[in-house]
């Protein structure tokens, strides 16, 4: 039978995955940049979004320990606002799973490791969304007290978790194929995908 710890950390991998398959400017600059410039471009861009949601998931740790021992009311306030901010984007996701996904090539120009891996970094960091969803999470599916080792595992997490989904986006949506078959049923990943956030939201609020 798995801890509770187990459970935390199963649950907020899960979280995780959810979030970073919701579309949205990530989503959209990695399929741009492989269908416009190159896999290895995209896998770049991938990877510098899995560093900044390492930087974002550690930021939300060391904030979300301190306002917790200091405010122990946030917890559920928290809790609340993290489970209507996921319902949130599932609405969104919901909404919009029969728009076509505009990635149009802007181009065949070649990015480069770091001008690639720079755009990725920033997009992550400037989207507050992500910071947003780190805490809601964290502070659902966490207890009050974290121990030492969740500060370096969470974010590792974090940074794997974004990496290989993008990665994969970038080694997909690169060949002509898959692209097309991805494209071609989009409504359907995008109704479960919102479906499941719903889902997670509902209980997040609801488990007391």
Known sequence: MLSETALSI?????????????????????????????????MAVALGMGVGCFIFALLALLGLQSLLLA?????GTLKLLGGAYLIYLAFNMLRGASRPLNIGA???????????FTAGLLTQLGNPNTAIVFGSVFA?????????PMYLLLPLIALTVDVLWYA?????????????????FKAWFDRLGGGVLALLGLKLMLNR
Do not use: C, E
Not at 140 to 148: G, N, Q, V
């Open 10 to 42: 199963l649950s907020i991998t899960g979280a995780i995955a959810l979030g970073a398959m919701s579309p949205g400017q990530s989503f959209i600059l990695v399929a741009r940049t492989a269908v416009a410039s190159s896999r290895f471009d995209g």
């Open 71 to 75: 405010v122990p009311w946030l917890y």
């Open 106 to 116: 802007a181009g065949s120009r070649q990015l480069g490791f770091r001008n690639a």
């Open 140 to 148: 659902a599916l966490l207890s009050h007290k974290i121990s030492p």
């Open 168 to 184: 994969f986006v970038a080694y997909v949506l690169s060949s002509p194929r898959p692209r097309r078959v991805y494209l071609r």
